[in-house]
């Protein structure tokens, strides 16, 4: 897949919900919409994930949603994990509120699709998806075009 006219297709099998579709890929802003930039030289320093749950907090304490911020950091945390050990390094971390949902998104500068890997008990690694999909409504990725991919997931309120 090159394009989002390839119709794209998420990790799970599915596609963003309806109202997360234009934001993600035409870039229009949602109701309650947020952005981190992760700098070039930090986007592969662990200290990023910790920046991406202040900034979780941060945003969710000014849109009165703190009681969505145990799972959002902890879906958030994987993604940007996730895009510094596999995607090159996190580029941008966005938060997009909708109704009673909340979207994730973390960009990256790889093509590589996410992958949930088998579940293995002595594995020190391999978890993260598995998390994500437990917590989230739906998850997935895009790849708009250019050089990376947005990997998306959706927490219901």
Not at 124 to 147: F, I, K, M, N, Q
């Amino acid at each position: 897949m090159t394009t989002f006219d390839a119709r794209p297709q998420a990790a799970t099998g599915t596609r963003p919900p309806v109202w997360l579709t234009p934001i993600l890929v035409e870039g229009r802003a949602g109701e309650c919409d947020a952005v981190f930039p992760f700098h070039q030289r930090t986007a592969l320093e662990p200290a990023c994930v910790a920046m991406a749950r202040r900034f979780v907090d941060q945003t969710l304490g000014s849109w009165g949603a703190l009681e969505l911020a145990f799972d959002t950091q902890l879906v958030v945390s994987e993604l940007v994990t996730n895009a510094m050990r596999h995607g090159g390094g996190a580029a941008q971390l966005r938060l997009v509120s909708h109704e009673a949902q909340l979207a994730c998104a973390v960009t990256d500068h790889s093509r590589t699709v996410p992958v949930t890997s088998a579940p293995d008990v002595f594995s020190e690694y391999g978890r993260g998806l598995r998390l994500v999909d437990a917590l989230c409504a739906t998850w997935g990725w895009l790849s708009p075009g250019g050089s990376g991919k947005l990997v998306w997931a959706v927490i219901a309120g």
